[in-house]
């Protein structure tokens, strides 16, 4: 996804129904020694209520207002959105702020712009100019990746990114109050969604539970709601993605497996008579179901590695198992608040929850399950 793009869709808002007639993000904007040729200015307001406006321009200066109570990410484009090149550093620039009138002052180019008398994008600057160091790190990174084996590269990425959501917690934890928090809260949640641990989770409730009605209310803060429900596991919901290792230490991403498959995540662990003795049964869901789309990840809760091989290798299961070997302190099974061996948890194609059978006595629920999936 384009960078800006992804920057548009993670700004900050809130719902139509807080909008009133009352109040009002009046832009006024003044362009010093820019091409005389630009006659329009665009913007696009991300605030659950506007799309895009246009303004023209009068003697170097131009005027937006917006109608909402909302805190809005504001780009600005100085060039037609059917324009090659509008999305050039140079031709545009982003903001965020909350209702009020303040003033963008561009100089030279977009790309050098200030933005006068909004609170709200004060911290926003802050935030941006902070993360903009892990963001070059990243892209030295990536621009260098064929000297890297992919271990390593994720390595050294999720290095980067770990240090990055602690910034963004640093700065949640020092500026609970501020409008740009829902901005960073759901930037940290983004951050740490492909591994996700329970203490992670417990900050990211916290800092929501405390947040102002007109913060749970902004774009960012709905979004933040849907992701955090996710993490509370019952059928229905988004199952929470996760990375662990494989027997070969090999990375192993549960978003990339269930592509176009129901999966099935089972939580076992070498030690567990009952999940050994369920093996069979497990086996043969697999024979059965496996051609017409359905596949296991098994994550086991050993701490022993040769313990953990050794019963992958007794009992035949010939599919994906990961671990990361710390016991009932496993990852995958804290973030899926697993209490008991086995448990298993069934997701469709599109990641979404819809079985969830703990212990042996409910095999048959999922084989039922299944037979219902592919009759």
Known sequence: MNKIIAIILVGLSLSANAQTKDTALQIKGKLIHINDSISYIYAIFLDGKTGMDSAKV????????????????VTLFCKPPYAKDHLKQ??????????TSIEVISSDSFSNTQVLKSVAHRDYAIL?????????QLSILYSNQSKYQPAELFRKTDSINTQLSRMYQTFMEKNPASLA????LERYLFLISNNSTAKEVA??????SKFTKVQTNAYSGIKIKKKLASYDIKVGIDAPNFIQKDTSDNFISLSKIRKNKYILIDFWASWCAPCRKESPNLKELYKQFNPKGFDIISVSLDSDKQKWMSAIQADSLN???????????NNVALLYKVNAVPTKILIDKSGVIIGKYVGIDNQQLLRKKLSEIFQ
Not at 58 to 73: D, H, M, P, Q, R
Not at 319 to 324: A, L
């Open 319 to 329: 599919w994906t198992h990961v671990s990361d070997l710390n016991y009932w302190k």
């Open 90 to 99: 140079k031709n545009m620039t982003y903001f965020l702020s909350e209702p």
């Open 128 to 136: 941006e100019e902070r993360r903009s160091k892990y963001s070059s």
């Open 203 to 208: 900050f990211a409730k916290a800092v929501f």
């Open 181 to 184: 928090t829902p901005y960073a």
């Open 58 to 73: 009068v003697n170097g200066e131009y005027y937006f207002k917006n109608i909402t109570k909302a805190t809005s990410l």
